[in-house]
């Protein structure tokens, strides 16, 4: 399929039958699909998949579908609807892989928030070593090696496309704000004064 696409090209392409096409190629993929990829598919331009995907993803949204569509920082993909996945995690319990701990919980959020960070911050931040839980998170694809400290040499860690695929976001600056969890300044001086009691 070339990359040119000429007027008669999209003639031959009703919207439904690009939406159609489009649906067909999303619910067959591993994981996400860029919409250069997509629109090399149906031999379209990116606009106008990006456009159609966009009209799906309405659509699926505003008639209740359990399915919906998501643009991720990896491309396009399907996603079960928020509502079910209580409904999910108990028909698909036994075959669930394992989850992940509290503390690669806690782990994977310090680094998605302080990224680039060392292990040796991330324990300072946690309280407790970190090496074992990086490395769980390394070997499930969520976190990867960006660099080395300039100053240490401690190797740097941050968040894969990998990641913010399984969280449906397109990039970090979707993640919810950490301020409004965090205790206010005048909490924190009323904690110490009372443990300095």
């Known amino acids: 399929m070339t990359e040119e696409y000429s007027a008669a090209d999209e003639q031959l392409?009703?919207?439904?039958?690009t939406r159609s096409?489009?649906?067909?190629?999303?619910v067959v993929a591993e994981g996400a699909v860029p919409v250069a990829d997509l629109a090399r598919a149906v031999g379209m331009p990116p606009a106008d998949v990006e456009a159609a995907l966009r009209v799906l993803a309405a659509d699926y949204e505003a008639r209740g579908s359990g399915i919906r569509f998501r643009d991720t920082a990896a491309g396009w993909r399907l996603f079960a609807a928020?509502?079910?996945?209580?409904?999910?995690?108990?028909?698909?319990?036994d075959d669930q892989p394992s989850k992940l701990t509290q503390a690669a919980l806690e782990t994977l959020a310090v680094i998605a928030y302080r990224q680039p960070v060392s292990r040796s911050r991330i324990g300072a931040i946690r309280g407790v070593s970190a090496?074992?839980?990086v490395r769980t998170l390394v070997s499930r694809g969520l976190v990867v090696e960006v660099g080395t400290e300039e100053s240490s040499g401690a190797v740097l860690y941050g968040t894969t496309a990998s990641f913010l695929e399984k969280l449906g976001l397109r990039s970090l600056a979707e993640l919810p704000p950490l301020s409004e969890?965090?205790?206010?300044?005048?909490?924190?001086l009323e904690s110490s004064e009372l443990t300095s009691l």
Not at 21 to 26: D, K
Not at 181 to 188: E, G, R, T
């Open 13 to 17: 392409a009703s919207p439904e039958l």
């Open 21 to 26: 096409r489009l649906e067909a190629l999303l």
């Open 82 to 93: 928020p509502e079910h996945h209580d409904l999910i995690r108990t028909a698909l319990r």
């Open 131 to 133: 090496d074992a839980v």
């Open 181 to 188: 969890h965090l205790p206010s300044l005048q909490d924190v």
